[in-house]
């Protein structure tokens, strides 16, 4: 079975290699705004019809010659970023997400290389080649398996990244472990499991709140786009990237560590966007308990329930376990003996 795996690493660009990368990214956020736009426009005057990706290509070397700066970016990942539109579009009209919305400047900035020939790889001594780039040194944490198929440079909290997504070609995985196991997902206890063991919740954002707020406030008072708002702006980021490590690692090690001894897990099918609603309500017709909600809120995003599911998902396929997504409903009430349902 042919297995896809990405490997994310920190770069060590030069100066001009930062700012060229700076460049890209706002080159290809400036197309997807631009062709958002149109689609929007189009969309407006008529629900159920749109630009296809092919249309919006086309228009490419029109925008470039009215914008000379746009040359200088590679045209692939121009081309990219309105492949990342078209699959917005797809999944909106799919309804498995919302309207796309404009892209903002420091907010996820990235761009994309989909041609693996173009992609030089020097594992020994550390570097990797991209096109209009040239080498960049990277931390070379592990070593790479497969055949490279594109690399995707971001930028998070200052610092460049590259992920190197490969593909190999792997045995069927056959599950090691023969036991089943059931999680109940929850916030006081981050997950329960059948077996009666249970995960304490890491909370890392509850940890970091008092931290993030005050420098969210000290933020504020600066005047915008000065040096101290930079740099109490990176501070923030700092924040928010440490935030998000430390959920990031505590996944990943708890569901390794699940979908290594279980063959099958069962899980609740919940629904986290629904069940993390706000309860603000209009002025018209306000909402109940609003505080207490936000609480609710907070603790639940705090979780990465998501997440969690999605890394179980693809841990226990590629150790040939079964992931199961059962209806949460009564779920926690439900006798497992004889069924009776008791609040």
Not at 21 to 35: I, T
Not at 39 to 60: C, V
Not at 154 to 180: C, H, K, M, N, Y
Request: proline share 4%; with cysteine.
């Amino acid at each position: 079975m042919q297995r896809l795996q990405a490997y994310k690493y920190e770069l060590i660009p030069g100066g001009q290699q930062k700012r060229d990368m700076s460049r890209f990214a706002g080159s290809c956020r400036f197309v997807y705004n631009k062709a958002l736009a149109l689609q929007k426009e189009r969309y407006e005057a008529d629900k159920q019809t749109r630009f296809s990706y092919t249309m919006l290509a086309n228009l490419l070397p029109a925008w470039k010659r009215e914008l000379a700066w746009l040359k200088f970016s590679p045209a692939q990942t121009l081309q990219q970023s309105l492949k990342d539109l078209e699959r917005a579009y797809a999944n909106f009209f799919a309804k498995r997400a919302e309207f796309p919305r404009f892209k903002r400047k420091g907010v996820r900035d990235s761009f994309r290389y989909p041609q693996p020939q173009q992609i030089k790889l020097d594992e020994g001594n550390g570097r990797i080649f991209l096109p209009k780039l040239g080498w960049l040194r990277y931390r070379n944490s592990r070593n790479i398996q497969g055949q490279v198929r594109n690399a995707t440079v971001s930028l998070r909290a200052g610092r460049w990244f590259v992920s190197i997504q490969t593909e190999r070609e792997v045995d069927q995985p056959l599950p090691e472990a023969t036991r089943a196991i059931g999680i109940d997902m929850g916030i006081a206890r981050f997950a329960t499991l059948s077996d009666g063991s249970y995960l304490a919740p890491l909370n890392s954002f509850k940890r970091h709140e008092t931290a993030l707020r005050r420098a969210q406030q000290s933020l504020s008072r600066k005047e915008k786009f000065s040096s101290n708002w930079r740099k109490a702006k990176r501070k923030v980021q700092r924040l928010h990237a440490r935030i998000g490590n430390a959920r990031h690692d505590y996944l990943h090690k708890a569901t390794t560590a699940i979908s290594q001894n279980h063959a099958m897990v069962c899980i609740e099918d919940l629904q986290v966007r629904n069940m993390s609603k706000s309860a603000a309500g209009t002025s018209e017709e306000p909402g109940r308990n609003v505080r207490a909600k936000s609480g609710l809120n907070k603790a639940i995003l705090d979780q990465g329930w998501f997440e969690f599911r999605r890394q179980l998902q693809y841990k226990l396929d590629w150790n040939g376990g079964i992931l199961i997504a059962v209806p949460p409903q009564n779920t926690s009430r439900t006798c497992p003996v004889c069924g009776h349902i008791s609040k």
